[in-house]
């Protein structure tokens, strides 16, 4: 049995990877603001993401250090907003980094998450690991994630895996539940030119790239951690529509997205607007094998076992 800890641990992310350590015998330790009792071989641990405190003796002897931690995009941009974003991602990063210089016996392996918005607003562009990054807020966030974490990487110490997650899919959290309940109220059309790519990954196959990615020791340096078939949102929209017996849904022009966005649901426009044809290349060639690369029969399974 090994020891985890996952900083942030206590979100959608962190939470399905605990689970899927926890059942093969491993100790899972989950750092969190928030408090929690034990379940199983998962316990929680404070911190507040930003300074040294008891939580550090954790790390000692641990076999892997994962970092989910990061204040939530799903919001308005406000000057407020864009600094707790930011702050939070960079900040858990240095503290961890200070803990790690004053451990004993450090983690082998330090997996740090990040996103595809790195590439921007990326068109019909393909994106693997080394297509240029973008511009615009949420690929400012993903260099200043990125480089606090690879900056300081100046002597030994753990591997390092940043992973540029891709929109999960899963029953329990991310965007399914709010897509398909929109689509159940027959609002599931395309949104805008509908032409935007979504570069989608199942929560069972992000539990296993990390997983792989901690027990494969030539694996660091970057990853896109999406699924390798990519669609535009107009056939992502389709397929939810099929696996929900919606058979057509009205497409939302641009600017009622950016309305509804805006003053309903008080989100930035781009989470539907933008998108990026990302592709996995490092992960297939260096021999991860995904579960789940159908859209249909993804949606299908992820539907039938649980309404969301």
């Given amino acids: 049995m090994a020891k985890f800890v996952i900083a942030g641990g206590r979100g959608f992310l962190g939470q399905a ?49 994962v970092n989910f931690t990061g204040r939530s995009i799903v919001c308005l941009y406000t000057p407020e907003h864009r600094r707790e974003i930011i702050g939070s991602r960079v900040d858990s990063v240095r503290v961890l980094e200070a803990a790690l210089a004053g451990c004993g016996r450090p983690p082998s392996v330090w997996l740090q998450a990040s996103a595809i918005g790195i590439y921007g607003d990326a068109g019909d562009r393909v994106c693997a690991e080394s297509a240029p990054e973008g511009s615009g807020f949420t690929a400012d966030v993903c260099r200043a994630w990125e480089g606090a974490f690879f900056g300081a990487t100046d002597g030994p110490g753990p591997r390092r895996v940043a992973l540029r997650i891709g929109v999960v899919l899963g029953r329990a959290g991310g965007a399914l539940a709010p897509l ?94 933008a998108g990026r044809r990302c592709v996995p290349r490092r992960l297939l060639e260096e ?22």
């Avoid at 535009?232 to 997205?257: D, I, K, S």
């Avoid at 021999?287 to 649980?306: N, P």
Wanted: net charge positive; aromatic share 8%.
């Fill in 17 to 65: 990877l605990a689970r899927s350590l926890a059942a093969d015998g491993h100790e899972v330790v989950l750092l969190s603001r928030q408090a929690a009792s034990a379940d199983g071989l998962i316990r929680t641990v404070a911190w507040d993401g930003s300074t040294l405190g008891p939580w550090v003796a954790e790390l000692d002897g641990a076999r892997a250090l």
């Fill in 287 to 308: 021999g991860f094998r995904f579960r789940d690369t159908d859209l249909a029969a993804t949606l299908r399974g992820l539907l039938d076992q649980k309404k969301v």
């Fill in 180 to 273: 398909a309940g929109l689509t159940r109220w027959f609002l599931g059309g395309a949104a805008g030119s509908g032409r935007q790519y979504i570069s989608w990954v199942s929560l069972a196959d992000l539990c296993a790239i990390c997983r792989w990615a901690i027990d494969t020791p030539s694996a660091r340096g970057r990853y896109n951690a999406t699924a390798p078939g990519p669609v535009t949102n107009a056939a992502f929209m389709r397929t939810l529509r099929q696996a929900l017996h919606r058979p057509w849904c009205p497409p939302a022009p641009a600017w009622a997205v950016r309305l509804a966005a805006r003053l309903l649901l008080r989100v930035e426009p781009e989470f539907a607007l």
